[in-house]
T-cell receptor
Framework: DQQVKQNSPSLSVQEGRISILNCDYTNSMFDYFLWYKKYPAEGPTFLISISSIKDKNEDGRFTVFLNKSAKHLSLHIVPSQPGDSAVYFCAASNYNQGGKLIFGQGTELSVKP | ETGVTQTPRHLVMGMTNKKSLKCEQHLGHNAMYWYKQSAKKPLELMFVYNFKEQTENNSVPSRFSPECPNSSHLFLHLHTLQPEDSALYLC??????????????FGPGTRLTVT
């Protein structure tokens, strides 16, 4: 049973517009959520995170929103740039599990000039 | 070298071969991880080491054998693999301790093909 799901395998957005990547989870014990970006032939790189005590965290063009009641988080990228084209993974963790991360399947974002 | 490095980057091996994957982290972290990423699947955690001690074995077949001689180095020894073991193997590290941090830093991965 997959605890973290990214239901959109791909997303295509025009440069300058907003990209919204979504992630759902089933385990209400998760208390920390992260987004990673992965380019081909490279390992995932940490992008942004959010604790369950918050509902929003912003870092430059990247904002993560958390809706605990819906068990849903999203990553907004504004404005989108061609260099943002990559696979984005969301991950969730629980303090009591010592930081073990559960990953979603990933969403491939393509930002077109 | 900075960050997390992995060697080799690509590996092709037969089912009867024995090979090892190497990971080294230059971040001063004390936790290291092996993940497997198969096509169109989420990253699957295989092993976790905290302070050189294995703290997680995620039901991984014994044909995969990890080794962590110190907090900076992690190996994955491979023997008698199956074609379905072909995947991208990723190493990661993080700092863990009294104040838990969850950000893991990944290496570039080893693309393994079993023939």
């Amino acid at each position: 049973d997959q605890q973290v799901k990214q239901n959109s395998p791909s997303l295509s957005v025009q440069e300058g517009r907003i990209s919204i990547l979504n992630c759902d989870y089933t385990n209400s014990m998760f208390d920390y959520f992260l987004w990673y970006k992965k380019y081909p032939a490279e390992g995932p790189t940490f992008l942004i995170s959010i604790s369950s005590i918050k509902d929003k965290n912003e870092d430059g063009r990247f904002t993560v929103f958390l809706n605990k009641s819906a068990k849903h988080l999203s990553l907004h990228i504004v404005p989108s740039q061609p260099g943002d084209s990559a696979v984005y993974f969301c991950a969730a963790s629980n303090y009591n599990q010592g930081g073990k991360l559960i990953f979603g399947q990933g969403t491939e974002l393509s930002v077109k000039p | 070298e900075t960050g997390v490095t992995q060697t080799p980057r690509h590996l092709v091996m037969g089912m009867t071969n024995k090979k090892s994957l190497k990971c080294e982290q230059h971040l001063g972290h004390n936790a290291m991880y092996w993940y497997k990423q198969s096509a169109k699947k989420p990253l699957e955690l295989m092993f976790v080491y905290n302070f050189k001690e294995q703290t997680e074995n995620n039901s991984v077949p014994s044909r995969f054998s990890p080794e962590c001689p110190n907090s900076s180095h992690l190996f994955l020894h491979l023997h008698t693999l199956q074609p379905e073991d072909s995947a991208l193997y990723l190493c990661a590290s993080s700092q863990s301790g009294g104040v838990v941090t969850y950000e893991q830093y990944f290496g570039p991965g080893t693309r393994l093909t079993v023939t």
